[in-house]
């Protein structure tokens, strides 16, 4: 069977090595991670390039992949509890203008994120800091 | 590092002449437990029961023993159960051990040799009279204040404790020295 | 003659790529999909770090293998010009590794198999030259620095032909002053 | 400038920054270079990689980094080294420079780096006068409380030699993170918008607040790690921080002073952690929303030269996730300022036309040439970006000229001391990335290395202390303690200890200090004191380590994969 191939940026550190995958569409799984010619890694890899993607299929080695929303509905310390999209998404919305009512929009600190996510979650997430709470209070772990 | 290997002695036929003193030594060493024996041999009143085996060969002679494989042939062909792993060494049970000889023929080293057992200084008799006999081999003086006897004793350091572990870790420092010195190979 | 792999400390970083590279190509693609304890982790190279040097070490396939004359088993033998251990046949006694003066060689232990005593099987393991497995030794493809290469006969026969050649033509220029 | 060009340098100052661990493939153009015959001088408390092939080694002690800058400009003014034209032409501020720099003899900064003052004199003589010279920085200047000044002191270096404005010269930070270049280009930051376009400056405002169809406020945000104090510690009530909005990070595994953290979690009234696994800063959020994943989403990531380039979605998700901008969206829609995005590549389109320095860089772009270089202002094909910034000699200042900063060197703000006699400084895992909850559910990546990590230490101290290698040892701070395996090395110094920081059982930031350089605030991950105590019943700190993992793991409703080690 022929395996679809796609090619991405590693998402490690800032060297920007570009990797292809060969995907077996069917079972949506990566069945292979090769170098690709990037500006940077000029098809080369590290080890983190080649072997850092089993994470994918959730082996739970070291912890396991967020599946559900969740919320602690005893407060804090109280056991987490899984809830719908909409539940959570109403939750968080309620109780964050319900702080910035109350203290005011300098009340609340955002993060952007260095790792995974990407630029465009990134804009967004400075964007819902400045124009939706109001305050420029976001940052991310650039400094540690 | 936590040590995953067994230790074993192993000999040096372009050294040793034969002189068994470390077959005596692990001997007297060994039934000091439960034979009590002097300093001379005037002194003991059970036959010496060596756990390793002086060996003559065409080009000389050294003394052959147990390596502790670590897939030990003794200890899995051992239908009994008298042959387990303590501590990374491959020991016999001489109580339970019933001379059946399936270890002695498993060994590919013939480090393993069937000898009397003796007991409070004196042979152990089986039901019907016989002397009892069990499975000798090498168990690295587990439990021997200094280590193996035999390499202690021997006047010609013809014998040498091997730790796999730690020996390659310095063989390999070397040989990636080695590889400093051939880069330039081409 | 026996091929060989061979580290270069000048331009090693060592980040360990190769020793993954190595337990990959041998234990197969699904190594990324299985149970993450149903393996074992064994690579047949080793890094080490010195003050002045990182470099992997493995085994140089020797013409006359010392491994293999201690073996008591027959296990070692000499095939496509690299020096294999058959593990089936091997019982741990590690004279293999004390005859070895490299260091290439240490014991693993064997996934899924046991010993009487419950205890994991545990055989020789050194690095087998990826024989049998296609694209040649990973180790020197995945490496991201190329300090590793593969020297095969006719390589090495050249290179000391070039030394031979150099060396009649600096003694040439002497016999001409 | 570029990584490709770090091989065609003639001389390469390689300061506090640890190629071979941090970005190997980086290492690799250095080792390339090497063999091309760059010089390399590497200034590193350790022997790294770099410094093993290195042609100068200045292993000077940890934290003395701005007296060893400072001396190096200090002989290559008085040796006339300097190239006067550039300085003229293209700089400001050299006169009160000089002043600062004055008392750095290299005899001097020997007493404090114990680097010897000829090997300052050669340095600073090679870095001169080999032609073109680049500086690259890493962690080993920015996590100290003079970060900023020695940054500043490096680039004084590259402004007295004329070293800007051309390819294979210039000073560069290597980015740690694939995207910390991006998330500081989207302008997840307290005082810039995307495009590090500043806040205060009224006119910039405008222009995104008509963007935002909002009036925004025009107050410096709060520094990450500012919110421990301004939750545990603020008095004046307007400025205490109640909801902490935790995306994509994992405060409680790497800030500094974890105990800090922790109880800044509990304490704050509402955290909420978007993330793809359960992690340590999880244990504390009151609401946790699982996003999707690298591999399992489209998007673009800055590398560190400031390269643009696409990530795309391998493999669909669990359809029960969504992804992080899809969760921000819907938030803020819910609470009144609605968003309405169908993909990354309307959200990317918007964000380059409020960013000139960004303008050209369209997907059509980076699917064509694969990585665009900002600045790429104009968004026709011709423009395909910036290899290296400043092109003749033209900085991003008012007046186009670069400025010289100095100032005087300050010891690390924690130093050893009877209690804690040795000192200990963060590094990084050459296999593991930042928290590990990617890499350390890697199969091979775990079987390489994992908990509880290793303490680097010198052998004579490991003797000294009967400490062998793998031997499970205790390390404590001011602040706390963790414990890790011992790895005796000859290329550390005595009296120094370093740790790498994503282990769980092996967590150094349990003992790092969390003082801040005033201006970036970065912590001072690099220098702080500890002691390190020999545990004598081995056995039972082998099941310790072992029973306080399972125990985290269970905390997490970890149950599957028995992860041990």
């Not at chain 2, 077959?23 to 001379?40: L, M, Y």
Request: aromatic letters at 6%.
């Amino acid at each position: 069977m022929a395996l679809k191939e796609i090619q991405s940026t590693c998402a490690y550190c800032g060297a920007g090595c570009q990797i292809l995958f060969r995907v077996d569409e069917a079972a949506n799984k990566i069945v292979e991670a090769v170098p690709a010619n990037g500006r940077t890694n000029a098809g080369t890899l590290c080890l983190k390039g080649h072997y850092g993607w089993d994470y994918l299929n959730d082996p739970q080695i070291l912890t396991k992949r967020l599946r559900k929303p969740m919320i602690r509905k005893g407060g804090k310390k109280s056991p987490l509890v899984e809830v719908s999209w909409e539940e959570a998404i109403q939750y968080v919305a309620d109780r964050l203008n319900e702080i910035k009512a109350k203290y005011g929009p300098d009340a609340i600190m955002g993060t952007g994120s260095a790792r995974g996510p990407g630029n465009e979650a990134n804009y967004l997430m400075q964007k819902f800091m400045r124009a939706c709470i109001g305050t420029n209070n976001v940052d991310h772990c650039a400094r540690i | 590092m936590k040590k995953n290997l067994g230790s074993f002695v192993v000999g040096d036929s372009t050294k040793c002449t034969g002189c068994k003193a470390c077959e005596v030594a692990c001997f007297a060493v060994h039934s000091r437990q439960n034979n009590p024996v002097g300093k001379t041999v005037g002194t003991v009143t059970v036959p010496v029961t060596p756990k390793l085996y002086l060996t003559r060969f065409e080009q000389g002679c050294m003394p052959i023993q147990c390596k502790h494989c670590e897939d030990a042939p003794c200890l899995n062909v051992c239908t009994k159960g008298a042959i387990s792993r303590i501590d990374n060494q491959v020991i016999v049970d001489p109580e339970k051990c019933i001379g059946c000889k399936d270890c002695m023929q498993a060994c590919p080293f013939g480090a393993i040799a069937l000898l009397p057992y003796a007991k409070d200084g004196k042979l152990a008799a089986q039901a019907m009279g016989e002397t009892k006999v069990f499975a000798s081999k090498c168990d690295l003086c587990a439990g021997v204040e200094g280590g193996p006897a035999c390499v202690r004793v021997c006047p010609h350091q013809a014998l040498r404790l091997v730790d796999p572990e730690a020996e390659a870790e310095e063989k390999k420092i070397k040989a990636a020295e080695a590889l400093l010195m051939t880069k330039n190979w081409r | 003659m026996n091929y060989f792999v061979k580290g270069n400390p000048d331009l090693c970083i060592g980040c360990r790529t190769c020793m993954i590279g190595c337990v990959v190509a041998h234990e197969g693609k699904h190594i990324f999909e299985v149970d993450p304890d149903s393996y074992t982790f064994n690579p047949r190279l080793h890094m080490v770090k010195t003050a002045k040097i990182s470099v992997p070490v493995q085994c140089k396939h020797c013409e006359n293998p010392a491994c293999m004359a201690a073996c008591p088993a027959g296990a070692i033998q000499m095939k496509d010009h690299a020096v294999i251990i058959d593990t089936s046949k091997c019982m741990g006694c590690k004279s293999c590794m004390d005859a070895c003066p490299f260091g290439a060689i240490d014991m693993v232990t064997e996934a899924g198999k046991f010993q009487a005593d419950g205890k994991e099987r545990v055989v020789a393991n050194k690095c087998d030259l990826c024989s049998g497995i296609p694209g040649g030794p990973a180790c020197v493809r995945v490496c991201p620095t190329a300090a590793l290469t593969l020297v095969k006969e006719d390589e090495l026969a050249d290179a000391m032909e070039k030394k031979r050649m150099e060396a009649a033509r600096n003694l040439f220029r002497d016999n001409q002053e | 400038m570029g990584i490709p060009e770090i091989e065609d340098a003639g001389c390469l100052l390689c300061f506090g920054y640890n190629g071979a661990d941090s970005h190997p493939i980086v290492a690799r153009r250095i080792v390339r270079g090497k063999q091309k015959g760059m010089k390399i001088i590497c200034v590193d408390p350790r022997v790294t990689e770099t410094a093993r092939i290195s042609d100068m080694h200045l292993q000077l002690k940890g934290g003395s980094n701005l007296a060893l800058v400072n001396a190096m400009a200090n002989v290559i003014w008085n040796e006339g080294l300097a190239d006067i034209k550039f300085i003229e032409e293209h700089t400001n501020g050299f006169d009160e420079f000089l002043k600062v720099i004055e008392k750095y003899t290299p005899e001097y900064a020997e007493t404090i780096s114990h680097v010897p003052a000829e090997e300052i004199r050669k340095a600073a003589r090679l870095y001169a006068t080999t032609k073109p010279a680049m500086i690259l920085y890493g962690m080993g200047v920015c996590q100290f409380t003079q970060a900023v000044d020695v940054v500043k002191g490096l680039a004084n270096l590259a402004l007295m030699t004329g070293n800007f404005g051309g390819p294979s010269m210039g000073i560069g930070p290597v980015r740690g993170q694939n995207n910390v270049q991006g998330a500081c280009d989207m302008g997840a930051l307290p005082n810039c918008y995307p495009g590090y376009q500043s806040v205060t400056d009224p006119e910039i405002r405008a222009k995104f607040e008509k963007a935002w169809g909002v009036p925004l406020s025009d107050k410096v945000g709060c520094a990450i790690t500012h919110v421990p104090h301004r939750v545990l510690e603020e008095k004046d009530e307007t400025k205490r921080i109640h909801a902490y909005y935790i995306f994509g990070e994992d405060p409680a595994q790497s800030d500094p002073d974890l105990a800090e953290i922790r109880e800044t979690l509990d304490k704050c009234d509402f955290v909420v952690m978007q993330d793809i696994y359960m992690n340590k800063t999880g244990l504390h959020a009151d609401v946790i929303l699982p996003s999707t994943a690298w591999g399992e989403h489209d998007g673009v990531y800055t590398c560190a030269d400031r390269g643009f380039q696409r990530i795309r979605k391998v493999i669909e998700p669990d359809p029960g996730l969504k992804t992080d901008w899809q969760i921000i969206q819907e938030i803020s829609t819910a609470m009144g300022y609605p968003m309405h995005y169908e993909n990354t590549e309307e959200i990317w389109n918007e964000m380059i036309d409020l960013c000139p320095s960004f303008k050209g860089a369209t997907y059509e772009k980076m699917e064509k040439y694969g990585s665009v270089q900002w600045p790429c202002r104009d968004k026709s094909m011709e423009d395909k970006g910036t290899p290296y910034l400043h092109k003749g000699g033209k900085f991003a200042t008012k007046d186009n000229r670069g400025v010289f900063y100095a100032t005087d060197w300050h010891p690390p703000m924690e130093l050893e001391n009877d209690e804690y006699p040795m000192s200990l400084s963060t590094v990084r895992e050459v296999g593991h990335y930042s928290v590990r909850t990617m890499t350390g559910n890697c199969r091979t990546l775990r079987n390489l290395e994992d908990e509880p990590g290793w303490v680097q230490m010198n052998t004579q101290d490991c003797e000294r202390m009967g400490l062998v290698k793998g031997e499970l040892v205790k390390i404590l701070s001011k602040r706390g303690y963790c414990i890790t395996r011992c790895l005796p090395t000859d290329r550390v110094k005595p009296g120094a200890t370093y740790m790498t920081y994503q282990w769980w059982i092996g967590a150094c930031n349990e003992l790092t200090n969390a003082k801040l350089d005033p201006i970036s605030n970065t912590p001072e991950y690099k220098y702080c004191a500890c002691r390190v105590e020999k545990i004598k019943d081995q056995e039972w700190a082998e099941n310790h380590v072992k029973e306080l993992y399972d125990e985290i793991r269970t905390q997490m409703g970890i149950t599957a994969g028995k992860g041990d080690h």
